[in-house]
């Protein structure tokens, strides 16, 4: 594989348990995650931390150009042998283009795994996350449904025009974690 990769999935859809089993695969990857990224900066006692935890909480996205410098110093990391495996960014229409105009400006190409499941079927993963992972915020159904709605609302037209342009592998994500990834790994061999 020689494209940078994209995971998009709504919350529940085991991005990050395929993320892990893909770098064991494939460590030529790097693995950038801005939601974990942005989280590990609000949890500092700072000015940045502040605005971050405030936007975070009233479940707005973050602006995109927090995103858009987040990514350019991730570019700036990767050797030029080096991959990108990125998990929820971008995002909105405006990341998409940022992003695109970057693999172009970088000379790169990249292909997109959408894990696609039902909102019924996130939900009881992500119920079941939280009393495994003992995390508060899923077990909150108005929480729930905010992070579902936004991602509905701004990730689904990017998710649908990658699909046009003929940049997107759909895997159905309702099976066990190994069908998934194997359904995975043999799309990616093929594009």
């Keep these: ?8 999935g709504i919350q529940g859809s085991w991005k ?3 993320a892990k089993i893909f770098l064991e695969e494939y460590p030529n990857f ?3 995650e801005p939601g ?12 940045i931390s502040g605005f971050m935890k405030d936007t975070m909480a009233q479940w707005k996205m973050l602006p995109d150009t927090l995103a858009f410098d987040l990514f350019t110093m991730c570019f700036h990391l990767l050797e030029s042998n080096e991959l990108m495996l990125t998990d929820g960014f971008p995002r909105t229409m405006a990341q998409l283009h940022y992003f695109i105009a970057k693999e172009c400006e970088n000379k790169r190409d990249f ?4 894990f696609d499941i039902s909102r019924e079927k996130a939900v009881e993963r992500i119920l079941n996350r939280a009393k495994e992972q003992n ?3 899923d ?3 108005n929480t729930i449904n905010k992070r579902l709605d936004t991602f509905e609302k701004e990730t689904l037209p990017v998710i649908k025009y990658f699909e046009s342009i003929w940049k997107l592998i759909t895997v159905w994500a309702e099976d066990s ?3 998934i990834y194997k359904k995975m790994i043999d799309s990616l061999k093929v594009c």
């Excluded at 292909?111 to 959408?114: D, K, Q």
């Design 1 to 8: 594989m020689n494209k940078d990769i994209v995971f998009f």
């Design 16 to 18: 990050w348990t395929q």
């Design 30 to 32: 790097k693995y950038i």
């Design 36 to 47: 974990q990224i942005f989280r590990a900066l609000s949890s500092n006692a700072n000015a």
């Design 111 to 114: 292909v997109w795994v959408y």
């Design 135 to 137: 995390r508060a915020d």
């Design 139 to 141: 077990l909150d159904m």
């Design 177 to 179: 974690v190994d069908e």
